[in-house]
């Protein structure tokens, strides 16, 4: 089967019990035991729901992977994923990371119970050169990043670190399965944020970890259980949903992602594009190798600094200023505000996130108005 086909079908068989084409919601806590520790595969919601289960399935098949973990938000996931590593391991980040991500792994640093270091993941000799330096546990890698839509090599990363020991995360979440799958490229798990394009919809939080190999599975699975950030059925039966659209959705958030990009790229208001998909993205030979289709991710610098940021912000119609991405609606964040806040604003600027960077979240809707939204908006600032 293609992609697009399995996105609507993979874990999604009509129920046996009475031929619904959609998984029912088990709204349950518990369920009944024929005797003491005999039950029919489910004893208790934090440890298994047949919602759930579908989503987990669905996850695990779409990123090619053993087994799929789903959680209450992004962050419970990466939270499990970093519970997974022995007191004091070394962790080798990405340096353009999600903001949230950033700030668990200084927060793991203060405790004493990580130690993180964040190297320029585009540039494969730096990561050769701080993994040989000292043995490194986790590498966690962002591709495309946010908010600077960076891209590294997966499939060379993961190489460099497997002859070096470590295992590779990757955070999906940009891409999605449907533009790009590190599993296959020789990550060991794969996390998202459910928060974003897999769900779609803007209606829920969740997150998952997808893990290559049937021990981690063990492990991963053993962990949900104990720290139980996990979602809710309703929530998990809202994603898959929104799989079920997700690779439309991928394909007219690219196209809309694109056109957006070459026209901001062509208005004289603007002083810089970053998007995967225009030729003059420095990785541009790598997001086609890498990637099926740019996405609908991007950021812009305006000429006019922070001021014409906020004039701009101030008359989008379209565009809605909001936090998060990946939904049928087009957002528009201010990082330096918003999502990348939690970054002290000295480590924003070294790393190019500069006060007057926007992050477009290209929507669905008809490319047109999307343009004429921001042709309008442009005029005034
Ligand atoms: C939003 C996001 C997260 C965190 O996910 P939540 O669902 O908000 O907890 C992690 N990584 C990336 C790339 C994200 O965009």
């Not at 489910?42 to 973990?69: D, I, Q, V, W």
Request: glycine letters at 10%; hydrophobic letters at 40%; aromatic letters at 6%.
């Amino acid at each position: 089967m293609r992609f697009d086909t399995r996105v609507v079908h993979e874990g999604q068989p009509p129920d046996p019990l009475t031929g619904a084409v959609n998984v029912p919601v088990y709204l349950t806590s518990t369920y009944v035991q024929t005797a003491p520790n005999r039950n029919r595969g489910y004893a208790y919601s934090r440890t298994g729901n047949p919602t759930r289960a579908a989503l987990e399935a669905a996850l695990a098949g779409l990123e090619s992977g053993a087994a799929g973990f789903a959680f209450s938000s992004g962050m419970g996931a990466i939270t499990t994923l970093l519970d997974d590593l022995p007191a004091g391991s070394r962790v080798l980040a990405g340096e353009d990371l999600y903001g949230g991500t950033f700030r668990l792994l200084e927060h793991r640093r203060k405790m004493g119970t990580l130690r993180p270091v964040f190297e320029d993941f585009r540039d494969l000799g730096r990561v050769r050169a701080a993994l040989a330096s000292e043995p490194t546990a986790l590498v966690l890698a962002e591709s495309p990043t946010n908010p600077l839509l960076q891209l590294c090599d997966l499939a060379a990363i993961a190489r460099v670190a497997h002859r070096h020991g470590a295992r590779v995360a990757v955070d999906n979440t940009f891409a999605t399965p449907v533009l790009q799958r590190p599993i296959e490229l020789g990550a060991d798990y794969v996390v998202h944020s459910l928060t974003k394009y897999l769900g779609g919809h803007s209606d829920l939080v969740g997150g998952a970890i997808v893990v290559r190999d049937p021990a981690a599975a063990e492990r991963v699975g053993w962990l949900q259980n104990a720290l139980g950030a996990v979602p809710g059925p309703l929530d998990c039966y809202l994603v898959l949903r929104g799989l079920k659209t997700l690779g439309i959705r991928m394909a007219r958030h690219s196209e809309n992602g694109r056109a957006v990009a070459e026209f901001l790229a062509r208005s004289p208001k603007v002083a810089r594009v970053h998007y995967p998909g225009l030729p003059g993205h420095p990785q541009y030979a790598l997001a086609r190798r890498q990637m099926s289709a740019p996405g609908g991710m991007l950021s812009c610098e305006l000429k006019g600094g922070v001021p014409a940021a906020r004039r701009l912000l101030r008359r989008l119609r379209i565009f809605l200023l909001a936090e998060s991405l990946g939904g049928v609606e087009s957002l528009v964040d201010h990082p330096a505000t918003m999502t990348h806040a939690s970054i002290p604003r000295a480590e924003r600027q070294r790393r190019g996130v500069s006060d007057g960077l926007l992050r477009f979240s290209c929507g669905i809707e008809d490319p047109r108005d999307l343009i004429e939204d921001l042709r309008g908006a442009l005029k005034g600032i």
